[in-house]
């Protein structure tokens, strides 16, 4: 609990950086839209303009057409212009059809003084009187007016996607002086309407376009913070769990330390009179030989003893300082020795080994040391199987590393065992001291070697040794 809340604690720095870069991202990301949105809003009333002056070009232009080749003609044929007359109606009709031909024009209206239409592009809308409204009234009084018309529902309005747009413009219709432009007296109203619908539809693809855009830029870009951050919170993470591992790996060097210490402290202590038990036992034993032969105390005298002397070297093996000798070792041949010294116990207790040499196994490294770690393994593996016994050795190399593998047919570990099994003292047996894998582990590390103990998925415990090849440097 400790060291993921520490492991927690180690990541906060990174926070900050994470919050600034989301809030930067979510800033850019909201300037730019309303930098789209201002930019899309110009464009419009620089489109709106434009049809604007558009319209204003077409009214001077129909102005002019209608008046030289239809007020005139017609006053001088007829003296007067009639425009519900058939004849003057096609005239006019013919008139204006050929003046906006090719333009995008939807409606043209011309109203008399008396704000009725007097014609139209759509007949249905002649002789409408009052239709004119303010756009009507103020180009009476020789002031062109436009003005927008957006229909559609209250969505599409919202967004700026009308399903219609028109551009109605009032402009008065004036007689022509000679020699100079449109500025005669008011004759009428002409109002054209322009369908602009498609330009506004083009406008808002063109919006949606641009936030789309700037949606997919900053997602990929939010993409790849996230990434960053992740790998920042991962690499923070691969540092803190290896600052524990050092710490704890301080923690017990600084234990094997105290427990060398306390070694090497009643060492002398305890081996100088053990080493006078011991033979002063095997005197008296020698003695009771002839005068009691049943006697069998000086026999577990010196039993005792030596089961002491092992348990102080244990204690010596696990607490001093490995001293490498390093030379060339054959791991088969090591493995061989341990096997010939295991031989009466194999026998005994009939277990099949089986071994399987892939790969030369000569390594750089301390056979001595080698030995006792094997030993211990093949002593473990011993004691934990049961009913048939059997134990598999394989042996493989590539360019770097040489592999040991030892598996038996025992018990397995529970997974309580499997988390404590490296710990000094820690063992599963009524006798012995616990150090036997810490003795193992040690060496292997030594070697810079690493080891792995496992479950096997048919029963039993396989043992996995890695050893580098190459010399090992001290």
Known sequence: MKNRQKAVQDKRPFRPVKYFTFSSLAAVLFATIIISGINIHWVKNLLQQKNEDYAHLLVENLNHQVYLQFVIPVVLKYGKIKLREEKQHKRMDRVVKNTLHSFHVEMVNIYDMN???SYSLDKKRIGTKNAGGSGYKKALEEDSTTEVIQEGNFFQLLIGCPQETRIVTFAPLRAERQLSSISGPVLGVVEIVQN???????????????ITTCFVVMGFIFVILILIVKQGETIIAKR???KLLLEERLRKAEHLSAIGEMTAGISHEIRNPLGIIKSSAELLQKKMATLAPSNNIPNIIVEEAQRLNNILKDFLDIARPKNLDLHPCDIEQIIEKNLAFLASTI???QIAVEKYVYTSSEIMGDSAMLYQAFLNIFLNAFQAMEGEKKITITIFSDDKDLFITFEDQGRGITEEAIKKMWHPFFTTKETGTGLGLSIVKNIIESHLGEIDISNRTEGG???EITLPVKETEK
Do not use: G, P, T
Request: net charge positive; hydrophobic share 45%.
């Open 347 to 349: 026998d005994e207790q």
């Open 240 to 242: 803190s769990r290896e």
């Open 115 to 117: 704000n009725i239409i």
């Open 461 to 463: 415990v396989k043992v």
């Open 196 to 210: 602009v619908s498609a330009d506004y539809k083009k406008m808002f693809r063109l919006q949606l376009m641009i």
